[in-house]
């Protein structure tokens, strides 16, 4: 299978710990997103790398967040001091970003976050 | 500010019949618009996207309207199956020099399909 995978697949966490989900994208596909998704409402966006370069974040992305991409190839994105509101599904998405506006953008099976 | 809107949240359709979704926006700097699929508990799946350029794309069972000039598109689904119950985003990508590829999502639209 060579779609995007992340894991863990659901994490359960107590309010005040530190929590990181893994990306690993489509093989060849440069740029990566984050994305969160919380009930009824569509996907937000989180933040974007080109190759290993973070070229931007939202404002929803608190100093608590942080997310890597070493080397290029998987991301990691962590949740530091988590609270109540941060349980949401996390999508990650990838594509090829061959320089032309017009790219569709995959989505891995997400990871469901939920801090109690 | 919803940029783009899926004012339906629900649709319901027997099996066989036409599914219509629809989508506004309201940012006319978006180019490029995308429909994605999602099942519970999975991640959004690509169906079919247009080009500003374009009115109209096909992709088998699935064709996307766009009317620029309403800011307004469509998802049509037929025959509709009962495997395409699923929720229904649309989706808008903004072209500007160092676009980054940032989607704009809607709320949703949850399609039923009886059989």
């Known amino acids: 299978d060579t779609g995007v995978s992340q894991d863990p697949r659901h994490k359960i966490t107590k309010r005040g710990q530190n929590v990181t989900f893994r990306c690993d994208p489509i093989s060849e596909h440069n740029r990566l997103y984050w994305y969160r998704q919380t009930l009824g409402q569509g996907p937000e966006f989180l933040t974007y790398f080109q190759n290993e370069a973070q070229l931007e974040k939202s404002r929803l992305l608190s100093d608590r967040f942080s997310a890597e991409r070493p080397k290029g190839s998987f991301s990691t994105l962590e949740i530091q001091r988590t609270e109540q509101g941060d349980s949401a599904m996390y999508l990650c998405a990838s594509s090829q970003g061959q320089g032309a506006y017009q790219e569709t953008q995959y989505f891995g099976p997400g990871t469901r976050l939920l801090v109690l | 500010d919803q940029q783009v809107k899926q004012n339906s949240p629900s649709l319901s359709v027997q099996e066989g019949r036409i599914s219509i979704l629809n989508c506004d926006y309201t940012n006319s700097m978006f180019d490029y618009f995308l429909w994605y699929k999602k099942y519970p508990a999975e991640g959004p799946t690509f169906l079919i996207s247009?080009?500003?350029?374009?009115d109209k794309n096909e992709d088998g069972r699935f064709t996307v309207f766009l009317n620029k000039s309403a800011k307004h598109l469509s998802l049509h689904i037929v025959p509709s199956q009962p495997g395409d119950s699923a929720v229904y985003f649309c989706?808008?990508?903004?072209?500007?020099?160092?676009?980054?590829?940032?989607?704009?999502f809607g709320q949703g639209t949850t399609l039923q399909v009886k059989p």
């Open positions: 989706a808008a990508l903004k072209d500007y020099s160092g676009n980054t590829g940032k989607l704009i």
């Open positions: 247009i080009s500003s350029i374009k």
